[in-house]
Every structure is written in structure tokens, then in C-alpha cells.
């Protein structure tokens, strides 16, 4: 994965497949104590204590085209080379919360890569006719807020229209960016 | 400044096309976004695509994802579904392969046999 945008993506697509309703992404940037954190929340179907055990292993997959999963490996190898970890908790029928966490300046740190982009495919892949799965992104940059609440979109545009549609998805990648260009200080 | 009440008159705007488009006839375009499409560049692929179809107001046309579908080294791979013809698979997919695609394919009908699958096993 050349950015953490991509690995955001890619793990939240596991949430999607947990059935989840509502996915919860956080990226907390701290240069002062010179950390960088990634959450991502769900209220999935979770893993049971077995499954979390070996889930860190790339032979551990749920997918059936091939015994190999790559996700969170790679994540945890993203994390590991920037003096960071990988935390991962679960309960099933409850859902899952895993922790990214890097040193900020690290040399090894994969840039944020597009936040927009990531957004956009999720909500697209979150709003198939048959089930609808919310996000809320938040992204804090030395105190800085932005933030994008999908349910708050959804209630201003009314239960007719989906959330992929190519016009509002254009609207939100223009809101995200506008958002996180403020809170990055205009740059 | 982009406010929540824009989202009034994209509401108002989208409503006709919305109505075409719930009658799902049309073309499917499905994108493989797992680990190992993302990783080899699905995302601004599907991105690309949505684009073009916004670009071209391409009511009848929905873009889907999928997972693996187990060939991970043809990836990015793209999936068209037309009515009533068979499936057509692209692969190792780049932004301007995808804007092909859609323009010849998806709008003319002429499938670009060049990125299809079956070019590649040759």
C-alpha cells in the first residue's frame, strides 16, 4: 500500500463485510507529541476470541478465494516500521475497534495518501440498494476539527436519494477536501 | 464554502435521474476492491469512472465493488454487465484504460479487446 488512505480503506471494507451500520474512521494527528493515530470502529458482527487471536496472521483469512488476508498484516507492518502498533478488540455481535498507531515524523510513515478518495469509495460501497452503512470521519490535526457525518447528509437529502449518487459524492469529495485544507492550515 | 444546504438543491436536481435509474436495467460496472485491488490501484480506477459517468450523464449506468474474485496479479480488474450480452472482464485497469472503457464500451458498445482478459492470456 503506497499511502494510509489505502490501508483506511482497505480495513474498512472489512467492516462493511461485518455488516456493519455504522463505521467510525478518526485520524488524529499530533505533532507536538509527534504521534499519528488511525481508529476505525464498527458495530459488525466482531470476531470471536479465537479468530482475534490469529487475525495479525497473514494465513488467517475469512475470504474463500485464497487462504491468504493481507489487510491488517499490512497494516501492522506499516505500523511496526514507524516505531508503532497495531491494536486490535472485538467482541462478537458487538463490534470491532482497531488502533493505528505511528510516530509522526517517522522517515518510514506512509504518507496520508487521499482522504477524499478513500471516503468516496467507502460511502459508495456502503450504499449498494440493499443496505445502507453510515460513516462518520473525523480528522483532528493539532486540535483542529474536521468532520463528516454521512447521517447528516442522509437527513438533508431525504430518504429517496442514495448517498452514490455521482452528484452528491462529487459534493462530499469537495467538502472533504475544503475541510481538511482548513484544518491543515490552508495549504 | 461548502455548507449541508447545497445538499437542497442536489436533492432537487437528482431526483428525475434517480427515478431512471431505479428501474436497474441498465449497465453494471463492478470494480474489485480487496486488499489486492486497492493495493494495485483500483481505487482511483473506480474513481475514474464515476467521473466519466457523471461527466457524461450516464443515468442508466450503476458502478458496484466486489472483493477478490482470486486473480489478484491481473488486478485492477473491472467487471461490465450489459443486458442481455455476456459478462466482459478488464484487467490490470489504469485511469485512462477506465475512461476507454467507458467511452467505447460502456457508451458505444465496442468492447476495447485490447484490456479484456482474454487479450492477456495470450
Known sequence: MKDLSLHILDLSQNSISAGAGLVEISIEEDTKEDRLTICINDNGKGMDKDFLEKVMDPFVTTRTSRRVGLGIPLMLAA???CEGELVIESEKNVGTRLKAVFKHSHIDRAPMGNMAETMLSLILAG???NRNV???YRHIIDGRVFCLDTREIRTALGNDINLGEP???????????EGLKNIRGGV | MKTIQELEEIRKKTLDTINIRKDRSGTRI???MATCGIAAGARPVLLTIMDEIKKHDLSDVVVAQTGCIGMCRLEPIVEVYKPGEEKVTYVKVNPSKAIRIVNEHIMKGKVVEGYTIGAESK
Open chain 1, 79 to 81: 505500523c511496526s516500521r
Open chain 1, 127 to 129: 450504499s449498494d440498494v
Open chain 1, 134 to 136: 453510515d460513516f462518520v
Open chain 1, 167 to 177: 452528484e452528491v459524492l462529487m459534493w462530499i469529495k469537495d467538502y472533504i477536501n
Open chain 2, 30 to 32: 463492478v470494480v474489485g
